[in-house]
């Protein structure tokens, strides 16, 4: 592990020597302008002319001495520069010493301008929030809602949210519903209950005939459908009250919290499962006034993970590749749709043509600066490293980019808690998978999602089962009870060798009805299918006695290809000592031979 306080050293003497040697070599004027320029993600000639009082000319001249001379600035294309990631690490550093208060508000004022006039609500509020106001914090929070800032926006914003003060909250519509969604999204539903409760009483206090009245009575009913706890019931009561609805609320609410979707985090799609393709197809028509654009592939997508969740992988590839075709680039639907195209083509057995769809989703959300979704995609290539085997990345995951399960549960991050789980299982830390596991029981519970309910049921169970909890037996009854009311088979297939010897051992043990349905066998010949595909999948990885000093020297030798001679000369050792080093080493790593050991060596990393 590193240690942080000896990292801060090296980087403040790293900081000194750069100051001394480069950055004060600089023209005064420069030293000012990138002091000043360390506040921005990205500039450009836009930038320094509004923000910085300068002419087109000496906006042009400053980016070329700044990008040619000095190397300070990175061209990152369409006339946009960055500064060079250490020169920004040392300039917020020095930023405090360098200038005083009173020559940084007029530029956070003109910065809020800027990014204003630009509808650039996000940041914006950042440069309201240095300058202490709080009226222009409120003004960008009311354009985020009515530009439909998503998900992701609400959670950028929470900081700058919670130190606006609750006098400027509670009877403001907008700033209710907008308080609502961030608190929802920090999975904090009283939170959220609250602000809704406020927008109840401020509606109430309006009479009903009065426009003001009819707008937010309007905006009510559409926050009811995009507040990610409400349940699928909800969602349709509201779509039929706003059933030939054609005002607008004025406000493009964000609605992606009501898409059903596994994988996404989205709203809880079991309900749809037990309706036939009419029904679905009616309730997708009231929402297409709502998603707007957004609707494009959507309804073909639900079609394809509902036929993915009950195993119809031929019925799945048609409808997910329609709603992938249909969908607006870089949006959730398309996401959506090819994450589950890709999950098939591995239980297919056809990593390169999955590989190939990876690739340019992370390009394409890389481009949309779109970091849920690729925190998502990073957890799911961590999920393919399980399916493999494979131990490394996992930890490494784990380590360093999953989400803690210490602090606020973050719905957007749903999916990557559960892969922290399966991490958990893979690395034999059952106490931490229950942690995490018990958490989404929880948010399961206050959120209204009973597919993550049933698929945490069915983790402890497992769990409880390779611990020798004898109760397994009827816990699988009854949750296969509850699974066959929907039709659920990959919610079991999926976990393929880490289930299929509980599935197979309660078929010998229950000689009942349940074991002989047709559903049950499904859920077998699939599970079965997976485990023989990828065997090693959420194996357990037994601790390894550790090696001496001598026998890691053996080790380390030999995965260079010496032969045993040649590792006696180096170490100063006889052959004979060489081969007992070599025979304790084969039991501490549990192998038979020389290259396996060199394969369990670079796979554990010991050398």
């Known amino acids: 592990m590193i240690n942080q306080r000896l990292l801060s ?16 070599a600089y023209p005064y004027e ?38 040619d001379s000095f190397g300070a600035l990175i061209f990152c294309g369409e006339d946009e520069y960055e500064i060079e990631d250490f020169l920004r690490l040392f300039l917020q550093k020095r930023q405090t010493a360098y200038l005083g208060v009173g020559e940084m508000k007029p530029l956070y004022s003109a910065a809020f301008d800027y990014y ?32 439909n800032v998503l998900h992701a926006g609400y959670l950028e914003l929470e900081a700058y949210m919670r130190s606006i003060p609750q006098s400027y909250i509670v009877n403001d519509p907008v700033l209710c519903y907008a308080y609502a969604f961030m608190e929802a999204l920090c999975g904090n539903r009283e939170g959220a209950e609250y602000y809704e409760q406020q927008l109840e009483k401020y509606l109430k206090s309006l009479p009903e005939e009065t426009q003001e009245y009819r707008k937010l009575q309007l905006f009510y009913r559409y926050m009811q459908i995009c507040l990610p706890y409400k349940s699928a019931e909800e969602l349709e009561k509201q779509l039929l009250l706003l059933e030939g609805q054609t005002d607008h609320p004025g406000y493009r609410l964000s609605i992606s919290g009501g898409l059903p979707s596994v994988l996404h985090g989205g709203r809880d799609f079991c309900m749809y499962m037990k309706h036939d393709r009419e029904t679905i197809h009616e309730v997708c028509k009231r929402l297409s ?54 999950k098939i083509m591995f239980h297919r057995n056809q990593p390169e043509q999955a590989a190939h769809i990876i690739k340019s ?6 481009q949309k600066n779109n970091t849920y979704s690729r925190k998502n995609l990073d957890a ?35 999916y990557c808690y559960l892969v922290k789980i399966y991490a958990y299982i893979m690395l034999g830390k059952t106490e931490s998978a229950l942690l995490v596991l018990h958490r989404i029981l929880q948010y399961s519970g206050d959120y209204n999602r009973k597919y993550d309910e049933l698929n945490m049921r069915i983790l402890e ?16 009854k009854e949750l296969l009870a509850e699974t066959g009311d929907y039709g659920m088979v ?10 299929y010897p509980i599935l197979k051992e309660y078929k010998e043990t229950n000689k009942n009805r349940q074991v002989d349905s047709e559903y049950y066998i499904k859920i077998l010949e699939q599970t079965k299918k997976e485990a023989l595909l990828y065997p090693g999948f959420l194996a357990q990885q037994v601790e390894l006695e550790k090696l001496s000093e001598q026998e890691t020297d053996v080790l380390r030798l030999l995965c260079q290809g010496m032969r045993n001679a040649e590792i006696a000369d180096k170490l100063y050792l006889s052959e004979n000592t060489v081969k007992y080093h070599l025979k304790k080493v084969y039991q501490k790593l549990q192998v038979s031979s020389r290259s396996e050991a060199i394969a369990r060596a670079r796979e554990r990393n010991l050398v």
């Open 9 to 24: 050293k090296c980087y403040e003497e790293c900081f000194q020597y750069y100051e001394v040697e480069c950055f004060k």
């Open 361 to 366: 989703l992370d390009k394409i959300l890389e």
């Open 461 to 476: 169970m497992i769990i409880g089962y390779r611990h020798g909890d004898t109760t397994w037996s009827g816990k699988l």
């Open 30 to 67: 420069y030293q000012i302008i990138l002091l000043k320029l360390a506040f921005f993600q990205k500039v450009n000639k836009e930038l320094l002319t509004q923000v910085f009082g300068f002419s087109e000319k000496d906006s042009l001249r400053i980016l070329n001495e700044l990008t």
């Open 380 to 414: 799911f290539n961590v999920y393919i490293s399980m399916l493999k085997g494979q131990a490394e990345p996992v930890k490494d995951w784990v380590e360093h980019r999953a989400p803690s399960e210490y602090d606020y549960f973050d719905v957007m991050d749903r």
């Open 116 to 147: 204003c006039n630009k509808g650039k609500w996000l940041e914006a509020i950042k440069y309201a929030d240095l300058n202490g106001d709080k009226q222009g914090m409120v003004k960008c929070l009311h354009a985020a809602c009515e530009n």
């Open 490 to 499: 990959r919610i079991y297939a999926d976990k393929g060798s880490l289930i």
């Open 289 to 342: 006034p709502i998603l707007q654009e957004n609707f494009e592939g959507f309804e073909e997508t639900a079609l394809g993970e509902i036929a993915y969740e009950k195993g119809d992988f031929q019925d799945a590839v048609t409808w997910l590749s329609k709603g992938a075709g249909k969908a607006v680039k870089g949006e959730e639907i398309e996401f959506v749709a090819n994450m589950l195209l890709v």
